[in-house]
């Protein structure tokens, strides 16, 4: 056929709809061995015409090209699937195998440590007693603080807000750019 002789413009002109179609077909038929987009597909057809036409190696017969060149991408597509792992989501990822992550852990713990340091009166105790790595419960904080469990509630709340007061003085407001 001449037609792959031509620009390749003409040539995928011409194969447009063949190739749109058998990789739409074949995507959702493996739609549930790989996470396979026809978009993908059609992509990777296109580049593989595009190196056999720069090597000056035009196929036979295109429209049985396109089929077979399709159904092989589908099968590495369904490999790379399956021997293939994503890394992890990051927040779900270990934080202790990233030194970087641990360590920037470590000095917003050592920050927020020292804000709650600075609050006054009971504040301090208060919520260095919630931020206890062991998690304790309200009853369990009231009995070491010696409060009530109830007022642990609003005293927490007036606390915060000026932990939040003082760490905002803190932090710098990035300019506007423009």
Do not use: F, N
Not at 64 to 85: G, M
């Amino acid at each position: 056929m001449t037609l792959l002789a031509d620009a390749p413009a003409a040539v995928v002109h011409a194969l447009y709809p063949l190739v749109r179609a058998e990789a739409t077909a074949e995507a959702s038929d493996a739609a549930a061995g790989a996470a396979l987009e026809p978009a993908d597909l059609e992509q990777a057809v296109w580049l593989r015409l595009l190196e056999l036409l720069a090597d000056r190696r035009p196929p036979a017969d295109p429209a049985r090209w396109v089929r077979d060149t399709v159904r092989e991408e589908v099968r590495r597509a369904r490999r790379t699937a399956r021997y293939e792992r994503p890394y992890a989501d990051e927040s779900t990822a270990d934080r202790a195998g990233c030194p970087e992550r641990s360590a920037l852990g470590a000095d917003e713990r050592r920050a927020l440590r020292a804000a709650v340091d600075r609050l006054p009166g009971r504040c301090a105790r208060l919520m260095a007693a919630m931020l206890a790595p062991g998690d304790p419960t309200y009853r369990e904080i009231a009995g070491e603080l010696g409060m009530s469990q109830g007022s642990l509630g609003p005293i927490r709340s007036r606390c915060l807000g000026c932990l939040r007061r003082m760490l905002a003085a803190e932090v710098v407001v990035p300019e506007l750019r423009g």
